[in-house]
């Protein structure tokens, strides 16, 4: 028996922070991915729980992405 891979090459990306917003996560209104930000008008994803994989994907597939993170997933490349 012989089980097919499909081998993905994603880049190495590595999520850093220099100026993180300062907007309270707790004022901003609930939406199904994350959160919505009146001031900046934009959705800002909850990714504290979310693997290293879905966090590629989805900055492959958005070219502007504004984020929450854990500290663990800043800094370093993440792993596919």
């Known amino acids: 028996m012989y089980l097919k891979m ?3 090459n994603y880049p190495k990306i590595k999520v850093s922070i220099p100026e993180p917003c300062h907007e309270d996560w707790n004022e901003m ?5 994350g959160k919505f930000c009146n001031v900046c008008t934009k959705e800002v994803i909850d990714f504290t729980s979310k693997s ?3 966090i590629v994907k989805h900055a492959m597939a958005n070219k502007n992405l504004c984020g929450r993170f854990h500290p663990t997933q800043l800094d370093r490349k993440l792993i596919v």
């Open 6 to 8: 499909k081998i993905m």
């Open 29 to 33: 209104t609930p939406t199904e991915k």
């Open 52 to 54: 290293d994989e879905e």
